[in-house]
Structure formats: C-alpha cells, structure tokens
C-alpha cells in the first residue's frame, strides 16, 4: 500500500463493514420521511456565539465531536451554523441512512462520514480536492461540468498536479492509466454526465481506486440522493451542487460534500475553515425547506423526462435522444442498475443544427411557452439551452463536438409542469424551428 492518506486504513474498515451494500437504493418512503427530517430549522442569521464561559469557549473550538455534533457550529458561522449543520443533517442521511443504520447496529463510537455544507457546488467541488491533493499528484478526470474542467486545469497549470482526462464510462481506459501512472490520487467523475448524460460504472471504478489507493469523487448533482446513493457502490466523497435539485427552485446557489470523517474532521475541517466557503444561514434555511420534498419533485420531473424522451425519441426532427433509461442509450443497462429512475435531464440532437437550434431558443424566449430559456437545471420550472451557443460557445469547436457537444445538441432539464404540457411545446416549438 502507498500510506498515502493517513486515515486510509480506517476507511477501508469502515467502508467494507458499513457503506459498501448490494442493496442499492434506499426505501422510497424511508427517503421521504428522511427528507422531510424533524421540522424546520430556525434562521441562525448571525456571525458569531456567545460563549456559556472560557471553558464553553475553548471546548466548542475543539472541533468535530464523536457525537457528531459540530461545536465549532457555535463559534463563528465561517466554520459552521446550526442553520447550515441541520440541512448537513438531512443530506447526510439521505445519501447515507444505510451507514448510519450499520454503524449503529454494530455499536460504532465514531461517525464513519463527514459532511460540509458550502456557498457552492464549485466551492464543495474544489475545496474538497484542495484538502487531499499535493504537487506531483495526479488526477483522474471524466466528462465533467465546465467550472470543475477549468478549476483541474488551473491546478496543473498553476501548482504541478498531473490531470488525465480519462473517458470514464469505459472502465478499462481508467484501468490502464492507472497502470501508466502511480501518482494517481482520485478519480472525479459525473454519473450521469452534464450535458452528455453519459453514465460511469461507480461500483468498478471503485474496485479500481481502492487497489490503487485512491479516491472516488463522484458528483451525484444529476441524479440526486433520490435516484442514486453512490457511497453503497464504493464512492469515498460524494458531491452535489445543491443549487439544482436540492433547491429544485433556483432560490440559491449551494454545494455539499460529504466522505472520509477522519478526513473531514481533521484535513478537510481546517481548509474549510481558512478558505471561507461557507453558505450563508438564510441559504442553508431555504435549502432546508426546499429539500423536504426533493423525492415527489424528483419522481415527477423522472416520469416526465422519461415520457419527453419517448416522445423525442420518435419525432423525424430528431436525430438522437440522450436519456439514461430510453434503451438506446449506450449505457442502458448500468443506469437501471445504479438508478432509481432516468432523472430529469434529456439531451438532444436537433436536426439541422446551430441554426435551428437558435429558433428553438428563440421560440422557447417567448412568454407565451412553458420552458424558460436559462442554463441551470433541476428546478420545478423547465429550463432549456443551447450548449453550442451558450454553456459550451467558450470550448472550441473541435474539442467541444469530440465530447459529443455538438451545434445541434439541445439540454433539457424538465420541471413539473407535466409531460402533456411540454411535449405540446417541444412539438410546436420543433416544427417552427424547421420552418413547418
Ligand atoms: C454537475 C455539476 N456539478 C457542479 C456544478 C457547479 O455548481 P454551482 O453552480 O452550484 O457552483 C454544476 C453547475 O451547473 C453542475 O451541473
């Protein structure tokens, strides 16, 4: 073994004894009453803790306790918020009731995962990397949001981390750099991918990292707790940006990771607390409340998407559907197995291309249409947009069309406004854009 994380061993332990499961989806109701937790939360909308007396003061600096209680959430809302610390509550046993249930049945004194709340997807994605990674270490990456792409990118250009970008929805291409290269520290991979919808087998890229000693970072924002519970097919560090699905209503931007407790509490813990990443109270509360019914929102949004797939799948103005449960999509077989259902994002390739893309956008602008034309996703509200000519326009053309982002593929996150509703648009919207 390469010693590489001093906390490893203890993770292996606790992750064969306690994560790992061949039961992959949590109980539908069980999530429900999860999601819904014990209430609300009060708005703790301050900066800083009136300590009982010195001795409070100094105890609540210690950090993390076994209880899993975060005194330090007390102190100063930079290194936590009891808003904050009850949302991390929630969407920690919405992704890891299963952990919690085998920790307790088998009298574990300590939490086996950590978890952090932060101001955004991106600040969860790169504070969680910043915590573990040193120069000479090396990064595998697959098919992943821009932001994510630009900020690996800035680390090997700017402080000597080797980064591979690796298709990882072939196992063996991730196989065979591990074999190249053994400065190989994570892997960073999206299941399903944004906008390609691509899905990566998590349970064998795992078997994978754990033989090399090395990390599974799996950003589960696509699929959510709802469909897809990573850690049960061997992630060690979860993340999502919560301003989608979580939220469900675009009110905020937010991000959560969650993994290694050991790693948490004592690494992650005090870069965390140095780079400031923190939400806000008051966005902690909204996600809070929002996040209480993310299993009915996601359900629906799954129904409709699948439904607005078929029906894409099967109009001549179409020339592919991108959706992990339609059967022609090349990794059918491994979404069933690792989701719930298909999720709410199907990507599309129009016939024509950038033009009639752009009269689709223009159509769907209009007021008079149940879509907005905006570029996030996951919210009750549909979105559409054209990736070519807005997400994607700064990747170059070349680079962009080989990732399979092409001038006429279309991304559609649908909402809840039901599958009748939109196809009646899409159809309209489709025969416009093709002068019919
Ligand atoms: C898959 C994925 N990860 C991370 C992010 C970044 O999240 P945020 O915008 O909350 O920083 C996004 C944003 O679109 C995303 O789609």
């Excluded at 990882?168 to 960073?188: P, S």
Aim: glycine letters at 8%; a negative charge; one cysteine or more.
């Amino acid at each position: 073994m390469k010693n590489r994380f001093e906390w490893w061993q203890g993770w292996m332990e606790k992750k064969s004894k306690y994560a790992r499961t061949t039961e992959l989806q949590m109980n539908e109701g069980r999530f429900n009453a999860a999601a819904v937790g014990t209430g609300l939360p009060l708005i703790y909308q301050q900066s800083t803790f009136k300590f009982e007396n010195a001795a409070d003061g100094a105890n609540r600096f210690l950090g993390m306790s076994p209880s899993g209680e975060k005194p330090f959430a007390r102190v100063y809302t930079r290194l936590g918020n009891p808003t904050t610390e009850y949302l991390e509550k929630v969407m920690f046993k919405l992704e890891c009731d299963h952990i919690i249930q085998n920790a307790l049945k088998a009298d574990e004194s300590l939490p086996t995962i950590g978890v952090f709340a932060f101001s955004s997807g991106m600040a969860a994605i790169s504070t969680t990397i910043l915590g573990f990674i040193k120069p000479g270490d090396a990064l595998i990456v697959g098919n992943v949001y821009g932001s994510t792409d630009s900020f690996v990118r800035f680390l090997e250009n700017r402080f000597g981390i080797e980064v591979f970008f690796v298709d990882t929805t072939d196992t063996q291409k991730v196989k065979e750099c591990f074999d190249e290269h053994h400065n190989i520290v994570a892997v960073l991979l999206e299941t399903p991918a944004n906008p390609t919808l691509e899905i990566s087998d998590i349970q064998a890229i795992s078997e994978l990292t754990e033989a090399n000693e090395a990390l599974l970072m799996v950003d589960n924002t696509f699929a959510t707790p709802f469909l897809q519970q990573p850690f049960r097919m061997g992630a060690d560090i979860v993340v999502h940006s919560m301003t989608k699905y979580i939220n469900g209503h675009s009110t905020s931007i937010g991000g959560i990771a969650l993994g290694p407790y050991e790693y948490f509490s004592n690494e992650l813990f005090h870069v965390y607390k140095d780079l400031g990443p923190t939400p806000s109270p008051f966005d902690s509360w909204l996600n809070s409340t929002s996040i209480q019914d993310i299993g009915l929102r996601v359900k629906t949004q799954s129904e409709s998407a699948h439904k607005i797939a078929q029906f894409l799948h099967e109009n001549p103005l179409i020339d592919h559907v991108y959706y992990p449960f339609l059967k022609n999509h090349p990794q059918y077989e491994m979404a069933k197995k690792q989701m719930r259902m298909g999720g709410g994002v199907i990507s599309f390739e129009l016939k024509g291309g950038y033009e009639e893309g752009i009269k689709l956008m223009n159509f769907f602008a209009r007021v008079d249409t149940p879509m907005e034309l905006a570029v996030s996703l996951g919210s009750v509200i549909s979105y559409i947009e054209h990736p070519a000519s807005m997400t994607h326009s700064v990747v170059p053309e070349e680079e962009r069309v080989l990732r399979g982002i092409t001038n006429g593929l279309i991304r559609l996150s649908v909402g809840a406004e039901g599958s009748d509703v939109l196809i009646e648009a899409l159809d309209r919207g489709l025969k416009l854009a093709h002068g019919k």
